[in-house]
């Protein structure tokens, strides 16, 4: 019991100096990298994160890009995924989070760079099937907060955080910031990865809100069973954003699943509590 004693103390306070595998969040259409609020700050005490913000809408380059004539693209998302950490990290392989849209950059990048690619959890990913609801779209329209945060969580009162509210209060009216959003949108709307998840080699992760009401859970379960070495969770009273909604879970299930020798979609709740297991 003595000699073990390190090994039990390391896994519920890890060390703090050496290099981290490398974890990259990629956020949808919420576009802020802060959309992780919930989550950086546990994930950073097993991994160096990263939260690349390629989705300003009202930032310089997704406007010079449109300004171009150039399309804001899964294909263009991807690349510039690419660019980044093997400029700015260069640390492969890489482990993801991705939420919805970025699930569908997370698979379209492993499967082109597979050997960059460690482990993936994609949760709530669209792209996997032919129908989605785009919430935000509605919001824009309507100029309505609200009626955004009741499609996207299961109970939009408890989980729809003030600064969260006030921030799309205040990008609503703004026109530069809703052309990029729709320019976006247009460009990334019909591009599905369902016929690629049979080529990703990566073992991956997939998480879904039983009670998500944008991208069917259903349909995502039947995707996640073509992966090679996939993994499927469906979670009950949760929509569309468990990294929220669901945050002590999907925390401890993160660390459990993009470090443990054997990951489960289902661990122990001992393996949650305890962290990594090295």
Known sequence: ????????????????????PPLILINGLAEQAESWYRNHRYWRRYFDVYMPNFLVYDGEALHRRIEDGLPISVDYLVEQLQVYLS?????????????????????????????????MILLCPSGMGDEERLPIIEGVRKNDVR???????????????????????????????????????????????????????????????RNDRICDPKET?????ELRCGHFLMIPRCGHAPQIEKAWLINRLVVHFLTHPRPSSRPRLSQLLLGSAK
């Open 1 to 20: 019991m003595v000699t073990k004693l390190p090994i039990w103390i390391t896994r519920l306070r890890p060390r703090h100096y050496g290099r981290k």
């Open 87 to 119: 400029q700015f990290v260069q640390a492969a392989p890489y482990h993801f989070v991705a939420s919805s849209l970025g699930g569908k950059v997370a698979v379209e990048f492993a499967t082109r760079y597979p050997k960059m690619v460690g482990r």
């Open 147 to 209: 009626a955004l945060a009741e499609s996207v969580f299961y109970r939009p009162a408890r989980h729809a955080d003030g600064e969260m509210v006030r921030f799309y209060k205040r990008q609503f009216p703004n026109r530069r910031w809703q052309k990029g959003l729709l320019r976006t949108v247009n460009g990334t709307k019909d591009h599905t990865v369902r016929d690629r998840m049979k080529d990703v080699q990566s073992p991956t992760l997939v998480i879904s809100g």
């Open 221 to 225: 379960a039947t995707a996640a069973a």
